[in-house]
Each structure stands twice: as C-alpha cells, then as structure tokens.
C-alpha cells in the first residue's frame, strides 16, 4: 500500500524540519568555544583536596588538556602522594593513590582525543579524580563559551 501526501502536508512538513534545523544550529552555537585557554576549579572533596583542569582551545575545539589535583595542603598529587614522610610504608595504599595520579592523566587525555566529556570513562578507584576532572573542565567550558 501507497501512502499519497496531500500538497498541503508537504509546507507543514518542510516548516517542521525547517525548525528543527534551525533549533539544532542554534544549540549548537551556544556551545561553541572560543579559542584561548581556560582553568576550572573542582570542589573539594571530604579530604579537602580538589581538581584543577588547564583546558586549550584551539579552532573551536580542545586542542590541550592538564589535570592535576592537590590535597588539602595545596601539595600536588604526583609521584609523592601515597607517601608518609617521603617513604612507602604501606604499599596497597600507594599503589591506590598512584592509581589515581596515573588516571588524572588518562583523563585529560581521553578527553582530547574523544573531544566529549561524556564519552570519558571513569578509572575504577579512581572514581573521586574522575568526578573532581568532570566538574574542573565543566567549569573551564563554560568560561570558553562566555
């Protein structure tokens, strides 16, 4: 069976794309991005450490991303954190903490080369750095769409 559009469907169907296009350009206007680059801050968790998220914007789109988080103290997660007093007393807590330090890096990277904050996948046991990187390059985003 055949279905015939009467002529007059064929203006109410044209104007009806027509919209959607138009609401579908508009949306995606408002998310460009200006070239430059742009910091955000994460909150701070219960430990009081936080994210912070260095994101280059380049041609409309992320060209560079730097993750790094810092305890309480303001001392940068790095190679140390998981130390007490500069020595490893207890191995599984370091090699978690260092787990987390490997992954804030994954995740500037996943990012850039997916160009999609939703399309980052969470590092088992690192789901705190992963949750503070989301919230850092959200608040950076916004700044590149202002």
Known sequence: MRTVRS?????ALSALILTAL???????SKGSLKDGVYEGKSGADDTGAWGEVSITISGGKPADCVFITRQ??????DENYGKVNGEISN????????????????????YIAKQE??????????????????EAAEEALDKARR
């Open 7 to 11: 002529p007059r469907s064929i203006p």
């Open 22 to 28: 138009a609401l579908t350009l508009t949306a995606c």
């Open 72 to 77: 309480k103290d303001g001392a940068v997660k």
């Open 91 to 110: 191995q599984d807590f370091y090699a978690k903490a260092q787990l987390a330090v490997r992954a804030m890096e994954q995740y500037a990277k996943e």
């Open 117 to 134: 904050l939703t399309k980052i996948d969470a590092v088992s046991g690192a789901t705190i750095a992963y949750n503070q990187f989301l």
